[in-house]
Structure formats: C-alpha cells, structure tokens
C-alpha cells in the first residue's frame, strides 16, 4: 500500500529553477542534568577523589558510579571511595584530538580499571611514552592518577590531569 504524503516531491525538471539557500547557524541552549550518580562522581572529582557504588546484587562496586549493575540489574545501594590507583588494560596512540583536530604530538589514551573496583574503569589519558603502547609493554602496567591543583578543578573528569606509571615497565 502506497501512502500519499502532503507536499510536492522533487523533480528532475525542476532543477533549472533558482532555489532559495538559507544559511543560519543555530544557537542551541539546553540544560541537563548529570543524573544522582554522575553528579556525585564529577562532585568528587573536584575535591581529589574517586568515588563508585557498591551493587547490592553481586557486590561489584562501579566506576564511574551507576545507579543499577548493569550485569545482575540490582540497585547499587552504597557509595565507596576507592583509591586512584589501577593498571592499564587498554590503549592506543591517538593523533587526533577529542575535538578532532590533528595533534602535533600524540597523546596515549586507555582504559585504567581500578585495584579497588575490579572489573571497572574510566577512559583517560596516559602521561607514558606512545613507544610504550607500540611495544605493548604498558598493558596491566600499575597507574595512579595525577590531579590538577585544587584551584583549577571544576568538577570534571579532566580533573584527572592524566595516569602515569607508578613503577618501570
């Protein structure tokens, strides 16, 4: 069944016809809100710490911090602080910025799970050699992060300036 929408569709003959053009950029405002877990967890993060959730189901405790595990779907029902210490479980050498440009140098990124929540972790930047990555000699390297003066801290994940290694690889 075919269905007959309002309107007139485009024709081939058409296209000798001038064609109005409107170019306008949009200024978009909006708001939202981080949620009862992310906002804790960015609320921390300014004050130097890491905070997750303990699942009341399987006892994992989640970073960044959720309100359900996602792998038994119970309610996480306690908050935890964990130390910023973990291991490398995944990185790459990325010469394309987070707003994509081209960076002159590159930059390693990973993914860091924590000693005190196994099996969760956060995406951040490495301060080791790209060389490190290349060689695959910086995977379950021990980090620990390194934290922007106080002053400096908004309360986002970039408070974490970058991990770095804690021992030679």
């Not at 479980?89 to 990973?110: D, F, H, M, Q």
Request: glycine share 8%.
């Amino acid at each position: 069944m075919k269905v007959k929408l309002p309107g007139t569709p485009y024709s081939l003959k058409e296209e000798g016809k001038e064609v109005l053009i409107v170019e306008h950029k949009v200024r978009a405002r909006y708001m939202m809100s981080a949620g009862q877990a992310t906002s804790r967890f960015l609320l921390e993060l300014k004050e130097g710490r890491i905070i997750g959730r303990k699942c009341s189901g399987c006892g994992r405790i989640l970073v960044p911090p959720r309100v359900y595990c996602e792998q038994c779907f119970k309610p996480t029902t306690e908050w935890v602080y964990i130390r910023p210490i973990g291991r490398v479980r995944t990185a790459v050498v990325s010469y394309i910025a987070a707003t994509r440009e081209r960076l002159e140098k590159p930059e390693v990124v990973g993914v860091i799970e924590f000693e005190d929540a196994p099996g969760s972790g956060i995406f951040h930047r490495l301060n080791v050699n790209p060389e490190l990555v290349v060689n695959r000699k910086v995977f379950g390297a021990r980090v620990k992060a390194v934290w922007k003066p106080k002053e400096q801290r908004e309360g986002s994940i970039n408070d974490i300036l970058y991990f770095e290694l804690l021992e030679e690889v």
